[in-house]
């Protein structure tokens, strides 16, 4: 009975396009970005920041600017990867070779070269879709792997091929402690969802969404598939592209390529599928999963006091994060978020459900 809109009129066309058009909804949003913005800094150790939360909150952007190419317009990509390198060593080369130059504006610039090179290779999604496009993509990979590599000037002729950063600050205020990165890491997140979420439901979301049900229906009504197709390829690649910077500069402060392998790409596509397709939802559900579980599986034996070796839990977490995985994909294919979405319709009729 306290979760449901009835006495909530819309007196507006605003009112009636709100994203959480339930007050439930909007009270619960607000309690949880309190709790991240200022609880969770005043008690959070080191250890949860670096290893869970800053990870978490990275790759929960680039599933989000994956899942708007493949969720909302049904464009298959295997080179998210190679789009985050691209962000990353574009914004360290902005950063290194242009004095004075600040993070955002590298962040940001970083994120438009992997726009042009995300562009370049979903220009083969005109002509080619579903598997074919996978490899298409997939080839973006490779081309990045070997530029980064064998290219001195991306890495400012670093000998070891690793370059770093340091000394990071935004708006005169430093970025080095656990906490800062944190704090920076949600706002970058939270700005670029909520974006997000109204590009989807805007004209350019629609015409993504029609693509992905029917291209030739879509083509038939108006819809010019190279512009929808492309353009989803740019505002993924450039979301995904700044999620690489914040994973080279804000987590991982020095990096190499194979930082951004193929690797990479897999993990995030099982996020956007585990999460939920053709939802913001469910790229951080997705994330959660992937990044979460496997610490927690990892804790297991200890709160049980079962004495086993590292490798022995290792080889287990493995075994049982497949498991759940397969487990998942077979009770809801539709991700977690499907799951998230059906627990809020019941809770909605609770507990008088006719």
């Not at 990096?255 to 939802?281: K, T």
Request: proline residues 4%; hydrophobic residues 60%; contains cysteine.
């Amino acid at each position: 009975m306290l979760y449901r809109e009835n006495g909530q009129f819309k007196t507006s066309y605003a009112a009636d396009q709100q994203i959480f058009p339930i007050l439930q909804d909007r009270v619960a949003i607000g309690v949880l970005l309190a709790i991240a913005f200022v609880v969770v800094p005043m008690f959070g150790s080191d250890y949860l920041f670096r290893a869970i939360l800053i990870p978490f909150l990275i790759l929960a952007l680039a599933a989000l600017g994956l899942n708007i190419l493949v969720g909302y317009c049904g464009q298959i990509s295997l080179g998210t990867g190679a789009f985050m390198a691209v962000g990353a060593y574009a914004a360290y080369n902005f950063l290194v070779r242009i004095d004075g130059m600040p993070l955002i504006a590298a962040m940001l610039l970083g994120g438009l070269c992997a726009t042009v090179i995300g562009v370049l290779f979903g220009i083969p999604s005109l002509r080619i879709k579903g598997l074919y496009l996978a490899v298409a993509t997939l080839a973006a990979q490779f081309f990045t792997d070997w530029a980064f590599l064998r290219i001195g000037w991306f890495t400012n002729n670093s000998t070891s091929g690793s370059v770093s950063v340091a000394g990071l600050n935004v708006f005169g205020l430093p970025i080095e402690s656990a906490v800062a990165k944190y704090l920076f890491c949600l706002a970058v997140v939270c700005v670029f969802a909520l974006g997000a979420k109204n590009l989807v439901r805007s004209a350019i979301g629609r015409q993504w969404m029609a693509i992905r049900d029917m291209d030739v229906a879509a083509a038939v009504i108006g819809i010019r598939p190279m512009y929808a197709k492309l353009t989803a390829f740019a505002v993924s690649s450039f979301i995904v592209g700044v999620a690489g910077v914040l994973w080279a500069f804000v987590h991982l402060g020095a990096w190499e390529p194979a930082a951004f392998s193929i690797d990479r790409s897999f993990q995030l596509l099982f996020m956007v599928i585990i999460g939920g397709l053709g939802s913001i939802m469910g790229a951080f559900f997705g994330a959660a999963f992937i990044i979460v579980l496997p610490i927690l599986l990892d804790q297991v034996p200890q709160w049980f006091g079962i004495p086993l070796s590292t490798a022995t839990t290792s080889h287990l977490v493995h075994m049982i994060f497949g498991a759940l995985i397969v487990f998942f994909l077979i009770v809801e294919p539709h991700g977690l978020a499907r799951l998230w979405s059906i627990g809020k319709q019941k809770l909605r009729l609770w507990p008088f459900p006719h």
